[in-house]
Each structure stands twice: as C-alpha cells, then as structure tokens.
C-alpha cells in the first residue's frame, strides 16, 4: 500500500526491501502470527526488475524461477520477459496480502534497547528485528579506471540502461563478460558500432545449458564443498546461450578484446597502445551490497559484506540478511533459491521472539 507522512509504528519484524528476497521473507512471516512490516524504496511493485533493460529475459523457465508457494505462470519452457517477473511478483503480493509500505526509503537502522529504531524518509518505526533485503541494485559498480573522469562520451552501468536505440549510430564500448554484457552487447550491436571488452576471455556455455542446469550444478557444488569434496562445474559467471546471445554470435558479434587500460577524453586506449574513440560505454561490472542504511549498527566490514552465520549477522543478534548472494545463503539472490534462506530465516526469528516478551502492537 502507498503510506504518506507521518505512518510509522512498532513491529516484531521489520524487513527491508520488497524485492524477490523481501517478499519470500514476508510470506514466511505471514505464516507466524508475528507482526512485521516490510519497507519499500520503490514506487510499485518489483523492485530492481523495474529498473531492468526493457528486452530482459530470464535464462531460466518460469518453472525453475518462481518464489514460494506459487510457480510463477509459464511452465518448463518459456523464458520469462521482464514484464512478465514483474507481474508475477504484483501477483505474489496480492496473493499472500503481503504488509508492504512503499515508497518508503530507509535511511537508518539505529540499536534501541532491545529492538531497533528504523529511520526512513517518511516516519520511525519501532521493531524487535530487522531483515535486510535490499539486495544490490542501488550499489552499482564502476571500476576505477584511469582516465575515466576525463571522458566526455556517455557512460552508463547496465542498473540504468533501457535499450538500444538510445546508441544508435554510435561508437560503443560494452564492458564485462558476464550475462549482462553479453545480453547488452547482442541488442547494442544491431544499432551501433560495438566494441566488447572483458578483463578475461569471456565463456560460453553449450547452446542446451540454461539456468535449470546450471542451477543443479551449483546444488552439486555446494553439497560437494560442505562435505569436503573436490568438485569441477560451471561457474554461474559463465555466459547462458538465450536467443539473443545466440543470434549475436551467428552475426559474429561475440568477440572481445582485453580490458582497455586508460581513458581519454574522447575514447579508450587498448593493451597494444591503440586509441579509439568512442562516443559512449555502457559499464555491466556488477555491484556490491547496498547496505548503507546499516552503517550505525558498525556491522559493515571494509569489503561491504557484514560478517554472517548462515543469515544471522555475528554482531548483531537481531539482524538478518537476506538475498545478497551466496555469503548470505546458497543462491539466496535468485528467485528460485531464496526461498530456502528465507525459511531458515524466519525460523529463526520466531524462535528467538520465544525467548523475547511479547510485542506491544
């Protein structure tokens, strides 16, 4: 629901973000009888897929990309389009009659007796724990080039690229050899003159390997690694075949060069001392945790993850994380995979609200 000024109260559990992470959470915590809250910077619902390039589609089918307690519609062998994830999560939402406030921003969340104050941008709000599940949109990546600040092209990260169009005609550089890159690179490359630049040769994997696969792979890898076992698969940084990728390398597009070493003012200068000029380059270089709104509680490490066991942050007993990657739960920031962490989540949660007086709400 829309909240305006002045909206605030007190929660067993307040959850940050309504984001596939968010929401999973959420669900778990309707089931509990605890009172929670989850708060959402975004205008509507689907958090970072709203802000995703228009011609999106997930590498995975709807069967094999869906939260819990609902299959997201399309079965095994469609590849949902943005729009389409989107919809599925409003349905998500009204399915579960999820308690989601937005938009409301987080600013801060502050230790306030045996609870937390939740600063945000429109009230306070008062809860015994906090779930962070801002996942990493809002903490784009841009490496420290030399000569960057010099350029005078566009330069855009792939969190606020929409579609091709916008470079027609241009001289491009894509960076990064991951699925973004690629995906970005394919559709660029029919409008502009297109130059793909990775710090490693990127790889492919086999035309039949989608997420499905790679997503058992990485299940065989994460048993392998608990029991101690030496395992060899695919990374997940590898780069899945979906139609455009596909249609990209028969027009002989997928070729990249080393990651150039410097900027200038009008372009790139490549390993071998070659200038090009360049009118834009769109930045797919990942991003780290947005977790600025923990910075009070002193739990952020220098490298911007907070140090966890399972979900359950070390410093604070409170304090879950929840979506941000592997170090936060196996596959936790996918739609398939952080229905396990948010379980584990919330079962803990509930089991150290025994253990707490009852809320007052």
């Keep these: 629901m829309n909240v305006g000024p002045g909206v605030d109260g007190a929660y067993d559990v307040l959850v ?3 984001g596939q992470a968010g929401l999973a959470v959420a669900r778990e915590l309707s089931r509990t009888g605890l009172s929670y809250v989850v708060l959402d910077a975004q205008e ?8 995703a390039w228009d011609s999106l589609r997930l590498f995975s089918p709807a069967r094999w990309s869906s939260l819990p307690g609902f299959l997201m519609p399309g079965g095994e062998e469609e590849y949902p389009r943005r729009s389409e994830v989107m919809a599925y999560l409003a349905e998500y939402e009204r399915r579960y009659g999820l308690n989601i406030l937005r938009p409301v921003r987080v600013q801060a969340v502050i230790r306030n007796g045996e609870g937390f104050r939740v600063e945000t941008n429109r009230a306070s709000f008062q809860a015994r724990f906090v779930v962070s599940a801002t996942g990493t949109w809002d903490a784009p990546v841009i490496p420290d080039v030399a000569g960057r600040a010099e350029f005078r092209g566009l330069q855009v990260h792939s969190a606020f690229y929409r579609r091709p169009q916008a470079f027609a005609g241009q001289r491009v550089v894509v960076v990064g050899g991951g699925n973004s ?7 660029v490359s029919k409008v502009a003159d297109t130059t793909w630049a990775t710090l490693r040769p990127p790889t492919f994997l086999p035309d039949d390997v989608d997420g499905r696969v790679l997503f058992d792979v990485a299940t065989q890898r994460y048993r392998a690694q608990q029991a101690g076992v ?19 390398r028969e027009r002989g597009i997928l070729h990249a060069r080393a990651m150039f070493t410097r ?3 009008s372009g790139v200068v490549w390993p071998d001392g070659q200038d090009q000029d360049v009118d834009a380059v769109i930045w797919c270089t990942g991003f780290r945790p947005a977790l600025e709104h923990l910075a009070p509680l002193g739990v952020v490490g220098p490298e911007g993850r907070v140090q966890v066991q399972g979900t359950h942050s070390v410093r604070e007993s409170g304090l879950w994380l929840v979506g941000y990657g592997n170090w936060t739960g196996f596959a936790s920031a996918t739609l398939i995979g952080v229905g396990r962490s948010a379980r584990a989540t919330v079962g803990e949660i509930r089991d150290a609200a025994g253990r707490q007086p009852p809320s007052e709400n």
Excluded: Y
């Design 16 to 18: 940050i973000g309504a």
């Design 263 to 265: 900027m200038t003012g």
């Design 181 to 187: 890159g690629a995906q970005i690179l394919a559709e």
């Design 230 to 248: 030496a395992f060899s698969a695919p990374s997940l940084g590898d780069i899945v075949m979906v139609p455009g990728v596909r249609e990209a």
């Design 44 to 51: 509507g619902v689907g958090a970072a897929w709203r802000h």
